[in-house]
């Protein structure tokens, strides 16, 4: 989950790796640090415990490295306590080795232990030093050069890993390397980027390139070139990206996500673009026919994290409209339970990233099995997206908070149109209800903004528990979908504990946490559930709870019965996801505004999980 960049070129490269690593700080932000190497092979390295701001100061903003070949990290502590001596880059013992490392690699002990023997001292307590000696250990030995002795570390470790390695030997190159964690290249004017990110390279050049699992790339300031494991080279087409760089600035802003909460109504509606076509439902990009969506027997949905409650809402919503089965997995769950598939299934994996390791983990599981894939991915290129049979690419743009917002939005919406369009061809619903269905559905950004536009009520009573313990969300059916996203959101950047409940289930033993002043949000969209709820909001109110109820608007009796009332507009209950779970979102980033923190980097949290 760490983030790496590398530069080479004619210009000073420690500022632009800054302006980099600036933009993948949401990756990791226990230190950070910079190795810059001039034209004689010297080097020098900085780092800092903390955010980036530190490294910043040590070296005047890089004003102080001078070298036009450089490698940075911004690190996520998995092996070693965040300190300058973990902190990334690593040396070999004669600094004729540096590198920064993403990934986790798993026999880092055994390595260690090897190189120990022939004389190896270690300074670190990181598995990325093992991987840097374990390197310069093979390139001495063998005098075969830098993609020989990086190929035979590869073959040597177990685990995931992009690396970006500098040789002494070799002033003006970064060598890189990669498997399962993500990594891409860039090459602009006599200039070669790497990051994990495109956010980190975007000002600079649009055509990257993608290196795949056990390849190897050698950058310089005459491009880039790419090798396999076995150190032969290989073709590769570069990717134009169509962000705008501007999408990955705060824009005026004080957080990403607050901008990105209020982007919302535009990547739901860029998303929709993307599949409606003049009033139906065209999934010919996505590699669906009407013969293979007949065919499906059973849709199995593997993802974590609010990509999994997305999951949870989807399955609600494609059960009932199309009546095809649907299992919602966790990911880091569903590959180590032997799960029973059939050969008619379809396993949808959904990642904003399209790295997420325990995702990407399972989809691989899958396809030795011989089922039909289907991602559902923010980030073209990406793995998952490279690997499934089929990619349904959600149009959010870059998401730089942590939490993420505009993402989970698009995964919805792609969830939907798939419901939609799943439930026509099966003979599910009419043409009448499926135009109507699809006009409900283009009609969701303009709601959203009515959402977004009152949100001055929502700050006031985040403010008014800010300073709350326990907060708990309940709901039915699609409902308890909204609360498990809204408790996430609250919890994770606000640091405030809070749980998600099927409303019905308060009585087999939850309703005794419930005392004097506890929050309890409930949502109610659901016509049909919607008196159960009110039942179960009572239950709690008489033992003491106050009560914030979150429904459609028309349900004005909810008032008799909870003490702050926020109204979503009405669309088809099916839909009601999208913008029940908009004040949530505001209320989460204002409760954490209101206690002083940073939003868009919660303690303890990487923007994607890449590793186990």
Request: proline residues 3%; contains cysteine.
């Amino acid at each position: 989950m760490c983030g790496i960049v590398g530069f080479t070129g004619k210009r000073q490269a420690a500022p632009i790796l800054l302006e980099g690593l600036s933009k993948l700080e949401y990756r990791g932000y226990d230190s950070a640090g910079l190795a810059v190497r001039d034209g004689d092979g010297k080097t020098e390295v900085v780092k800092a415990k903390g955010r980036l701001k530190a490294l910043e100061e040590k070296t005047d903003s890089g004003n102080a490295l001078k070298g036009c070949c450089g490698i940075g990290h911004t690190r996520w502590a998995t092996h070693g306590e965040p300190s300058e001596e973990n902190a990334h880059p690593h040396i070999s013992d004669d600094m004729n080795v540096v590198a920064v490392h993403n990934g986790i690699i798993e026999n880092y002990g055994e390595i260690k232990e090897k190189l120990s023997k022939n004389g190896y001292v270690f300074y670190s307590q990181t598995d990325t030093e093992a991987v840097v000696k374990l390197i310069d250990y093979y390139y001495k030995k063998y005098n075969a050069g830098p993609v020989d002795a990086i190929s035979k570390a590869m073959v040597r470790v177990r685990g995931s890993y992009a690396l970006a390695v500098m040789f002494k030997d070799y002033p003006g190159e970064i060598y890189a390397a990669r498997k399962d964690s993500p990594m891409i290249i860039g090459v602009e004017n006599g200039e070669a980027y790497l990051a994990s990110d495109v956010p980190a390279i975007l000002r600079h050049t649009r055509n990257v390139y993608y290196i795949g699992n056990l390849e190897l790339a050698r950058l310089s300031c005459h491009g880039a070139e790419f090798y396999n494991i076995d150190g032969d080279i290989i073709e590769k087409q570069s990717t134009e990206i169509k962000w705008d760089a501007e999408a990955a600035e705060k824009g005026g802003y004080a957080h990403f996500m607050l901008k990105e909460i209020h982007e919302q109504p535009k990547a739901v509606a860029d998303t929709l673009a993307s599949a409606v076509k003049d009033g139906r439902i065209d999934l010919s990009a996505v590699g669906l026919s009407d013969e293979d969506i007949k065919g499906i027997g059973q849709i199995v949905i593997v993802a974590c994290g609010s990509s999994y409650h997305v999951g949870m809402a989807a399955q609600y919503v494609i059960e009932d409209l199309a009546r095809i089965p649907v299992r919602v997995e966790l990911a880091s769950e569903f590959r180590y339970r032997s799960p029973i598939l059939r050969k008619d299934d379809m396993v949808v994996f959904i990642s904003q990233s399209g790295e997420t390791a325990d995702t990407l983990a399972a989809l691989r599981d899958v396809k030795e099995k011989g089922i039909r894939t289907l991602a559902i991915v923010n980030v073209v290129g990406s793995s998952i997206a490279r690997e499934a049979d089929n990619v349904f690419y959600t149009l959010a743009g870059p998401e730089i908070a942590v939490a993420t917002t505009k993402a989970y939005s698009t995964q919805l919406i792609v969830s939907y149109l798939l419901a939609v369009q799943f439930a026509m061809v099966r003979g599910e619903i009419d043409e009448e209800k499926y135009a109507a269905l699809i006009a409900e559905l283009m009609s969701l950004p303009d709601k959203m903004q009515k959402l977004l536009d009152d949100k001055e009520r929502i700050q006031w009573f985040a403010s008014k528990f800010s300073n709350a313990k326990d907060i708990f969300f309940i709901g039915r059916g699609v409902d308890y979908a909204i609360c498990l996203e809204g408790s996430l959101k609250l919890k994770e950047i606000s640091y405030i504990h809070s749980e998600a409940y099927a409303a019905g289930e308060l009585k087999h033993g939850t309703i005794s946490l419930i005392e004097d002043g506890t929050l309890v949000v409930g949502v109610l969209t659901q016509n049909d559930l919607f008196e159960k709820t009110i039942s179960n909001l009572v239950e709690v109110k008489s033992r003491g709870a106050y009560l914030m109820g979150l429904t459609t608007y028309g349900h004005y009796n909810v008032e008799d019965t909870v003490d702050f009332t926020v109204y979503s507009p009405q669309t088809d209950e099916h839909f009601t996801p999208s913008l029940a779970v908009i004040p949530l979102q505001l209320m989460a980033y204002y409760v954490s505004l209101a206690k002083g923190l940073d939003a868009d980097k919660p303690r303890n949290l990487a923007k994607s999980v890449t590793v186990e």
